[in-house]
């Protein structure tokens, strides 16, 4: 069983559209949960970071993670197709910050 | 800002030769930088940690004597793909960090793509 799962997609929405990209995992000592935006050919970039369980918004993205599930999520509201890339969600246990598990990373293509 | 450039952004190799990937940390010092590799529609799989001055510490399956790496400074990392053969084509990232835990941000490279023939 990997550490991290994510259904790879694609998913395809709608200009507009709101769009939740989620991860399971199975490492309860993950303490720190973060969203990564990847475009093809391109680094990473952080989009969202979370410490614990909770929500945290930023402008159209929100996180939100349930450690009682092993289950966090990404919300983009209002999407755009500028937000077509590939979401990465990665997490670490809180002792140990510098090692990331990824998950494959969900690639979201928004329609005009 | 921390912004992390890779060169080359991508290299052609034969078979056999070796590769050399630098890694920069243009505008921040980094305690600690990550290598990455990354498959077509796969994950980003750690190869190896690096601290400046000090030996890599590399990920189990992950041959140390294939995959060299060279922490030179606070600002540079390298790593030298020896006698690279095609399965070793493959998509390769770096990272850096900048502050210490419990927080510690990793920056992304923009990544390098290599081709073995």
């Known amino acids: 069983q990997k550490e991290v799962e994510q259904d790879p997609g694609p998913l395809s929405v709608p200009e507009g559209a709101i769009v939740s990209l989620n991860c399971t995992y199975s490492?309860?000592?993950?303490?720190?949960f973060m969203w990564y935006r990847q475009y093809s050919r391109k680094g990473p970039e952080l989009l969202m970071y979370?410490?614990?369980?909770g929500n945290k918004e930023d402008g159209r993205f929100t996180a939100q993670v349930d450690k009682s599930s092993k289950y966090i999520s990404l919300f983009i509201r209002d999407s755009q197709p500028s937000d077509s890339a590939t979401y990465l969600c990665a997490m670490s246990e809180g002792l140990n910050f510098n090692k990331f598990y990824f998950g494959s990373g969900t690639k979201l293509n928004v329609k005009p | 800002g921390a912004v992390v450039s890779q060169h080359p952004s991508w290299v052609i190799c034969k078979s056999g030769t070796s590769v050399k990937i630098e890694c920069r940390s243009l505008d921040f010092q980094a305690t600690t930088m990550f290598w990455y590799r990354q498959f077509p529609k796969q994950s980003l799989m750690l190869m190896a940690t690096s601290n400046e001055g000090s030996k890599a510490t590399y990920e189990q399956g992950v041959e140390k004597d294939k995959f060299l790496i060279n922490h030179a400074s606070l600002t540079l990392s390298t790593l030298t793909v020896t006698s690279a053969h095609p399965e070793d084509s493959s998509f390769y990232i770096c990272?850096?960090?900048?502050?210490?835990?419990?927080?510690?941000?990793?920056?992304f490279g923009p990544g390098t793509r290599l081709t073995v023939l």
């Open positions: 990272s850096a960090t900048k502050g210490l835990p419990p927080y510690n941000e990793q920056f």
């Open positions: 979370t410490y614990s369980s």
């Open positions: 490492n309860s000592a993950f303490q720190y």
